[in-house]
């Protein structure tokens, strides 16, 4: 079944639903994308917030524990202080992540949010590649652009990398572009589903449950599918992003590196 047409009826139903079922909830999120609070009291206010809900998987300076990933290296889930906001709000759906209690005011989920950025200020280096060059090469030889997002623009099959020299230091953006296979998370594989009729449908794994798995193809098409309903399916645990070595020269990798690498939070 394709389900880009079928999509928003039932989810606008089950979204109605939920608002019902739970009524007296938090205020409703802020349409604003600038964050209003970002002075040193608001970031101790946002630790003593995040010291309360969060380190229990996060870990007590935000270094990551066990049922929480680290944040202090950037963000592989929101680019922009918006997105942290939401994050922060209303959790990662299918994930442990489950953000802060309802009844926290937006004034509070913004002060987390200064504090979380206060834990990624990244130092400058100095690197050989050239950003401009690089940059070129990202949207062109590299073909990066058709599955990155960098400002708004590019594809969603990868992660948005707009901030991802906030997350990532060189050396990792080198391992990145040459070994994109090496521990790659669960939420990066490929399903690849053989209908009933013998041809086959290919895309990342957004979700999978028992019964159900959706995925979104190369043209960033969303499709699902009910396991009892195909002929076969497999996942496929290698990432689809190409390793740069055999695409790029070594000057190629050095300028992306440096392009990528300058593309974080400006310094306030
Ligand atoms: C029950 C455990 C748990 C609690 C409590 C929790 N988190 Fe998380 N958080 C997670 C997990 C697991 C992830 C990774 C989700 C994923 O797979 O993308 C995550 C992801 C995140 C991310 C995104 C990280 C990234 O790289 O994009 C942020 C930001 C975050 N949490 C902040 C918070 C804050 C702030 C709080 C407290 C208000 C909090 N979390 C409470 C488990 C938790
Ligand atoms: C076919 C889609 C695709 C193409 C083309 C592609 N990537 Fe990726 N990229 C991904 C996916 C999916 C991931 C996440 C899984 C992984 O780490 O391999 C990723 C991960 C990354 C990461 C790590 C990001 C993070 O947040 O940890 C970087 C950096 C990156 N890509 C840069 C590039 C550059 C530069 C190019 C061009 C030379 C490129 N990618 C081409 C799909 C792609």
Redesign the pocket.
Known sequence: MRMRSLWAIPAAAVLAATVLVTAPAAPRAQETTENPFTTTLDIRMGQRLYQQQCTRCHGQTGDGGELGPALTNGF?SASTDAGLFRIVREGIPNTQMIGISRNATDQSVWMVVSYLNSLNSTPAVDLPGDVAAGRMV?EGK???A???MVGGEGGR???D?TR?GD??DPDE?VS??RT?DED?APR?WTLRVTREDGSVVEGLRMSEDTFTMRLMDENEDLWSFSKGGVRSYERVTS????S?NALLTEDEVED?VAY?YSLRREET
């Open positions: 592989t990202f590299g073909n990066c058709s599955c990155h099959r990868g992660p990398l991802v997350r990532r953006l990145d572009l994109p790659l990066w990432s689809i992003m190409p740069v992306l990528l």
